[in-house]
């Protein structure tokens, strides 16, 4: 038989026990539960932007993000106005956010320009797009800076898009590490690129 001592001994442990699990429990459900960020800092693509929103694809993610202009029902402030104004698809983009109304509003925003209008990245391809509808590349650079994204130039002459560079931008893949001349106007364009290594092929698998 078990002793009165033994048996009180172990109810204490299994309560003991059952109040620290259930502490923990709690913690992680109420971590899970924590509200989000108030407000934050953003650098990345500008993707898209419409009167109301502008959406970026920050440094990093994997997913893009919309960030509204003002609070739902609201106007956006005229320092934010003015500011959106001198946004361009796929500019490189600085912003502020604040949630209000459980929806992050864009506080502050600018355009991260070079300095100088020509230039040349070593970089990887960490995304590319060549649709009839969409021609680009976005590059890491080796190193320190951010990915940006690179269209081909417009070339009146040719009636549109360098022909040239959407054949070439069609043979690169995402992991390829290449050398990129651009020109800047109001955006970044690949004016040139050289492969310095192909990604490497997928390994095949056990069926194949």
């Known amino acids: 038989m078990i002793g009165k001592g033994v048996f009180v001994r172990v109810v204490t442990a299994a309560v003991l026990a059952s109040g620290l699990w259930g502490g923990l429990t709690l913690q992680a459900e109420e971590k899970k539960n924590a509200p989000a960020a108030k407000s934050g800092k953003a650098v990345g693509i500008l993707t898209a932007?419409?009167?109301?929103?502008?959406?970026?694809?920050?440094?990093?993610?994997?997913?893009?993000?919309?960030?509204?202009?003002?609070?739902?029902?609201?106007?956006?402030?005229?320092?934010?106005?003015?500011?959106?104004?001198?946004?361009?698809?796929?500019?490189?983009?600085?912003?502020?956010?604040?949630?209000?109304?459980?929806?992050?509003?864009?506080?502050?925003?600018?355009?991260?320009?070079?300095?100088?209008?020509?230039?040349?990245?070593?970089?990887?391809?960490?995304?590319?797009?060549?649709?009839?509808?969409?021609?680009?590349?976005?590059?890491?650079?080796?190193?320190?800076?951010?990915?940006?994204r690179y269209w081909p130039r417009f070339i009146p002459n040719q009636g549109g898009f360098d022909k040239e560079m959407i054949q070439t931008i069609g043979t690169l893949n995402v992991g390829d590490k290449i050398k990129l001349d651009w020109v800047c106007d109001e955006r970044k364009r690949a004016a040139k690129v050289q492969v310095i290594a192909r990604a490497p092929k997928p390994k095949p698998t056990a069926k194949e």
């Open 49 to 148: 932007k419409t009167d109301t929103e502008i959406t970026v694809k920050p440094e990093g993610k994997a997913e893009e993000q919309t960030f509204l202009l003002a609070p739902p029902g609201g106007t956006p402030s005229a320092t934010v106005q003015a500011a959106v104004k001198t946004l361009f698809v796929p500019n490189l983009v600085a912003l502020q956010w604040q949630l209000q109304e459980e929806q992050p509003v864009v506080t502050s925003i600018h355009v991260i320009m070079p300095k100088v209008r020509t230039g040349t990245v070593m970089g990887t391809i960490v995304t590319r797009e060549s649709t009839d509808k969409s021609v680009y590349i976005d590059v890491k650079p080796a190193g320190q800076g951010y990915t940006e």
